[in-house]
């Protein structure tokens, strides 16, 4: 069963941050999985909905304008007295399937006595700062920065203290996952004045400039394949040259089409680079692949019926269409702009550590790319000089949780920093499995990771109210 | 002597931050002093002047331009092995002003084995980013605000760390007074990675939204003209109700305009609001009265006397000349803009506590008079949402020093807030006086301030070294 499984296990385990578009592997762009997969909440949710207005610019006084900032409250399990307010920062996409899918917030509100804040990031879900310009050019975008959204969070903090009666002497508390992880690292570390803590759920904040090596993601991708069963890596990463060998005549070309059920048949190299950036991207969230000794044909066959899993689970579809990814539903207009400007992580493979074509990292022709796309130019080392990069130890109280299985964990915090900046590794865990809900088939050590968080925002709940009876 | 010294010293002591423009207080606006009395260093400095090339905006992306920030560097004492580098974090002015009298760093540079880095503030000095139309309009002011300042300085201190041999593993501790003390004390808690600490003299970081009373700053002013000598503050409380008096009629009007001395004679009830705004700034750095049981007349001929002391101290002129004030000289255009955005003060008086005319704090009318000014709108409470206020326990190694004497203490930290956020008072110590060099008059509590704060530096370049060996 291996490849199957781990297929649809990856894809609902997965979802959340896009990946930018390295030039190489532009294939990966946009890095979500799609919500179909994903958006089953696994407990009932009850949020009433909330707008605050927010300056689209917090950073300068000659714009004045607003705009309406949702967010979600949930306060069924919340004590003024001795309570707490866990507030989720919200990443690229629509907040509310972001709230059905943090069960892990729902399963601790009544142990932590705590409301529930889903906060919307600004040009996601309905937190359009120009509404349906928002995405016009780069003037409309210029507003789309992790430190204006950072500023949004702290601004609305302040709002429900202000206007919430018992909020404002409470203990926040930031939580996110993914980009929202790196968010809520980022809030604690930037705005400690009003969170106490930071959960932050596999927030590959160390994905950037040569921090880590480029190849890192790829490689645990391959890994996880080898891990799935035998040859299924040792066979995507025959599979380039198959499909190289084949494509050199029109034969081939029309085989391959056929063999694939492509809707579009390939016509040049142009096309079969598309093919394999194309694969290249189902790979990274799925596998089915365990047969060795293939030749080229009936390697590919099999790739057919990967793919097939993974596009046309129902089995209605009558071809495999190129323009649909695995990662199309999420906010990846909004992503592809933060790639190309702050969220410049660098991606490579070489085909040797991992089952990929080998591809390096191009600053270059990607800024070229992000200059055409959206008349922007990258600032790759911005976030590191705004950010700390790995020199972060001054800070306190950030929880950075990793799963072995997920590729973004090359990126991520997986060894104790300080006694209060620690790493929780999830062996079992793909990409933030921790805020999911409570569920029978959770592996144990997810069990363990999240009762270990309970443990510390606990801690961090009861040091705020001990300093706060000091005070009075 | 005491009214006139203390003109002098407190003209000498007290240059750095200018104060906003309170509506009911409009003669306070700009408060520095002129350079003229200040810009006589007492160390040699010597130095080289650079140029970084900055992006003009660094918190959006559709603006690619720069401007050159102009740095000073001395590195006589400079000690590649175990040195360190004082970064002083620029304010409202030219760069050279402050480096050649911020003494203090040049007296520790040898003990510290410290390179010093002196960076301009962005709108000041030569570092204009538009040059001669960077104070056109609310479009070219844009990005002046502090956080693209603090931005301007990290990314500095990485291109730094970058470019010069055997500083990028050296301990950064940022130093800056008045203004340039909130930078230093912001760019700790903002950028930790960058600096292992900040010293931060007479930085009135709480004198935002109702933190501190709006009154304290004038209350302090009185203070000290009550301990200059009998009647200082008695005569000069007195001397509101007098002008009143005197000029209900013509007569009184031109008796006064040639009492003192006016170029312009004073012709209505606005012209007299105008001349005791102007009286009331001036007081705030100086004092010439000590008289008691006076006429109206004999008391406004004080007055002269004083203002004649302070505006005429050559002799040379043939009258005052009210548009000219005592803080005209260093950026003066700059900091209004940052009053009316960010850097919202409230200031007020109530003549009991003070010695002034009662004056209420009134945003409305302070807002719209910035509308008209610079067509912007202030934002009264984003300091302390970006910054936060009175709750910033969670940060380390901040030095706050305060002079008694001085005015801005009122709004500065003055009680120790952890083991490593400290506050050091000076008795008799006036504007940041502890930056200053050392010279045979100074009170022996500076001395000691200073000490203080070396000890303090060392032990950071000590944490920081056995952090590093720690590493390796």
Redesign the interface.
């Known amino acids: 069963m291996g490849c199957l499984v781990l297929l649809l296990l990856l894809a609902f385990l997965m979802p959340g941050l896009a990946i930018p578009v390295p030039p190489a592997l532009k294939a990966l762009s946009n890095l979500h999985l799609s919500t179909s997969f994903t958006s089953r909440p696994s407990v009932v949710t009850k949020y009433s909905i909330h707008y605050f207005e927010q300056?689209i610019d917090?950073?300068?006084?000659?714009?004045?304008k607003t705009f309406n900032q949702r967010y979600l409250i949930a306060d069924q399990h919340w004590r003024k007295e001795g309570g707490s307010v866990l507030f989720y920062t919200g990443n690229e996409g629509d907040i509310i399937w972001f709230c059905n899918n943090t069960g892990f917030m729902w399963d601790v509100a009544e142990e932590l006595k705590a409301m529930l804040v889903f906060a919307e990031h600004r040009y996601y879900g309905q937190s359009l700062p120009f509404g349906a310009d928002s995405f016009r050019d780069?003037?409309h975008?210029?507003?789309l920065?992790s430190?204006?959204a950072l500023?949004d969070f702290?601004?609305l903090i302040?709002h429900l203290k202000r206007t919430i009666p018992g909020a404002e002497n409470q203990p926040f508390i930031a939580l996110g996952g993914s980009y929202g992880g790196m968010l809520a690292a980022w809030f604690r570390m930037?705005?400690?004045?009003?969170v106490v803590g930071a959960l932050a759920a596999s927030a590959p904040i160390w994905q950037f400039e040569d921090i880590v090596p480029c190849g890192v993601f790829m490689k645990i991708v391959t890994t996880d394949f080898k891990r799935s069963g035998p040859n299924c890596s040792e066979n995507i990463r025959s599979s380039w040259d198959a499909i190289n060998r084949l494509t050199r005549n029109g034969t081939g070309l029309d085989w391959l089409s056929e063999a694939l059920h492509l809707c579009t048949p390939l016509k040049n190299a142009q096309d079969v680079q598309h093919l394999k950036d194309w694969i290249s991207e189902t790979w990274v969230a799925c596998q089915y692949l365990k047969n060795s000794n293939l030749s080229d044909r009936e390697l590919l066959q099999n790739i057919f019926q990967a793919l097939n899993v993974y596009y046309n689970y129902s089995g209605q579809a009558r071809c495999l269409n190129m323009s649909e990814t695995s990662t199309s539903n999420l906010g990846s207009l909004g992503w592809s702009y933060q790639a190309c400007?702050?969220m410049v992580m660098p991606f490579c493979t070489n085909g040797i550590d991992d089952m990929f074509e080998p591809h390096l990292w191009d600053l270059k022709t990607f800024s070229d790319d992000c200059f055409k796309q959206w008349?922007?130019?990258p600032?790759p080392?911005?976030i590191t000089?705004?950010y700390?990069?790995k020199?972060?130890?001054?800070?306190?109280?950030i929880i950075f949780s990793n799963g072995d299985l997920d590729p973004w964990s090359g990126g991520g915090v997986t060894k104790n920093i300080t006694n209060t900046l620690v790493a929780i590794i999830i062996p079992e865990g793909a990409h933030h499995l921790d805020l999911r809900a409570n569920n029978a088939f959770d592996p144990m050590t997810v069990l363990l990771a999240r009762s270990l968080e309970v443990k510390y925002m606990k801690q961090w709940i009861r040091d705020f109210y001990a300093c706060l009876r000091k005070k009075h």
């Open positions: 300056k917090h950073f300068g006084f000659k714009n004045e780069s003037r975008l210029n507003f920065t430190e204006q500023a702290a601004v302040k930037k705005y400690p004045h009003l400007t702050e008349g922007v130019k600032r080392s911005w000089s705004m700390g990069g020199n972060i130890s001054s800070h306190t109280n």
